[in-house]
């Protein structure tokens, strides 16, 4: 990590801010800054993104542990409101990761084949086949803690237990579904109102 990558890192989300910004007006401009930066991360050549790889995850992680130390204090401030609608935010809660863990499961046992037995060419010799690496566990337990708990905590998950491959996926798939979830609740605001 050099001073330079650092820089180059920060200029980049100062440019994407400020796109956000002028396309989105006040109103919009956290979504459509995370839509841009999909797009970026998503379709930029790979040659640019790897020199921003280093600086760009320790500054992510370095922000992402400020998130984690700073994301309970407004806690407090809605604290009545949950305590008056207590019985009805468990039951909807449960009914929601019970869905949830429903459609895991669902998925594990639709998308993982039973094992294969194959014979080679002189049928002497049978091996099985195992095709569980289609949904694997690991995926699906970063793919729920994104769908649940978002990008931050589905990286921490990746990375603590040393799921290094799935990091970036889980960060793309958890501000994915915050850009698509804000705009279609934009939308729902708009129609509403």
């Given at each position: 990590v050099t001073v330079e990558s650092v820089s180059?890192?920060?200029s980049v989300a100062a440019l994407v801010t400020w796109l956000g910004e002028r396309i989105g007006g006040t109103k919009a401009a956290l979504p459509v800054s995370t839509l841009l930066t999909l797009l970026l991360t998503t379709f930029a050549k790979p040659s640019?993104?790897?020199?921003?790889?280093?600086s760009a995850n320790l500054l992510g992680t370095t922000f992402l542990y400020l998130f984690f130390a700073t994301a309970g204090?407004?806690?407090l401030a809605i604290a009545d409101t949950?305590?008056?609608s207590f019985v009805g935010l468990v039951v909807y809660l449960t009914i929601l990761y019970m869905v949830h863990g429903a459609t895991l499961f669902g998925a594990r046992k639709l998308f993982s084949p039973k094992p294969q037995t194959i014979a080679d060419k002189d049928n002497t010799k049978v091996e099985t086949v195992n095709y569980?690496?289609?949904v694997a566990p690991q995926r699906l337990l970063v793919a729920s803690s994104a769908a649940i708990g978002g990008p931050a905590t589905a990286a921490a998950l990746a990375q603590a237990n040393g799921w290094d491959s799935l990091i970036a996926p889980s960060l793309l798939v958890g501000n994915l579904?915050?850009?698509v979830a804000t705009f279609v609740a934009l939308l729902q605001h708009w129609i509403l109102t």
């Open positions: 180059t890192t920060f640019f993104t790897a020199k921003l790889r280093k204090a407004p806690g949950v305590k008056s569980s690496s289609v579904g915050y850009a």
